[in-house]
């Protein structure tokens, strides 16, 4: 049996589900303004609607992962691309499990389409099952990189709650300084995510097109011995390079809008597994991501945010509040466990210390800590509302700058992730 061809088609299948999944609750949450019958009874009828498919895209997603698994010979997390559609069915289980438990179609509106963001992400990266390196080797990879995910899928559903929340509290007609204030800050995080978008966008743009451009790239290093030691790699672009690999020659390029030749080379600082194309991508992301907005912008003729907010009308924010307080609650516990404790004993287990330094290791800890102030400030100083729905939006940033930033710029034992 081909178990890696099932497993194709089953992502497939989940990934039309979960898109399918955020329609009916879009459908659910906008009938609230333009049904004519009864909008509790048509908000109801969608949701469990949208919930089934979501349900059901989350089976074809678990069934993706245990036969690539099988397939493989090695769980799925072991690159971006497996870590990533893992983290996707993880958030999805996250929300069925606080769904289940609040049954808010609010929350699902805002889970779903970032569950199809993520997987989309996944996407571009390559999907060949690769034979894992042997630091890798070891079943703390099941116990470690699982428990993470889990814990940083119900931080993605509390921040899916918080934005809610906010774009239900702030107000839109408020001229004054504070007002401006707030509501330009809801709209950079809708802005955050358009840029995600964005990349997508420019990223199945040009690979559709079949755009590519190489260097050959030359990199020094110091062995044991303090001698310096040179070597020559290629490095493939598959977006038109605004910038090139630091010390390169350029070998091919497809020229874009009459430019035969990037605008400049990368930082040598920057000395991440490929960090000039990764740059090349971040500067693409946002390139993309303002046009996208721009023209999300023209269309609306007003704010993005804005255009949102009444459809949440008669919406209880304390509901949304405490859904994403219980989201994290749930969260912290599960993460400290899997991206600490569980780090921790693997690290000494493949490399004789408990702690390097790596950046990965940093800035799972600026998480950790970052939540711990969260869970503080809420339980003992009363940070409730607005104040904690902030907190729980930038808290997701965080982790999505562990997960994606820290691998874009910064070389350390967890760079093989970006490969």
Known sequence: MNWLSISSNAFIF????????????????????????????????????????????????????????????????????????????????????????YRNPLVGAFATPLVVIIIAYASVFPSEVQPLIPALNSYWLKIHVTTAASGEAFFAVGFAAALVQLLRVVDFSRKDKLGKREQFWVEAVLFVVIIIVGFLVSVFSFRAGGYSAEFQQEKFSIDQQ?????????????????VAPYNSEKLSMTPYLGIDKPLFEAPHWMNGVNAGRKLNTVLWSVISGLILYGLIRLILRKPIAAVLHPYLDGIDPEDLDEISYRAIAIGFPVFTLGALIFAMIWAQIAWSRFWSWDPKEVWALITWLFYSAYLHLRLSRGWLGTRSAWLAVIGFIVVLFTLIGVNLVIAGLHSYAGV
């Not at 949701?47 to 074809?60: N, P, T």
């Not at 303090?226 to 605004?242: A, C, D, M, R």
């Open 14 to 101: 989940a990934f039309a589900l979960y898109c399918a999944s955020f329609i009916g609750y879009a459908i659910a949450v906008a009938g609230r303004r333009w049904s004519n019958r009864d909008v509790e009874a048509h908000t109801k009828r969608w949701s469990r609607i949208a919930f089934a498919l979501a349900i059901i895209g989350w089976l074809g997603h678990l069934t993706f992962f245990l036969t690539r698994w099988k397939g493989g010979g090695h769980i799925p997390t072991s690159n971006m691309y497996e870590f990533m559609t893992f983290l996707g069915m993880a958030i999805m289980f996250a929300f069925i499990v606080v769904n289940l438990i």
């Open 226 to 242: 303090g001698n310096e030691q040179s070597s020559i790699q290629k490095v493939t672009y598959g977006l038109p390079p605004i």
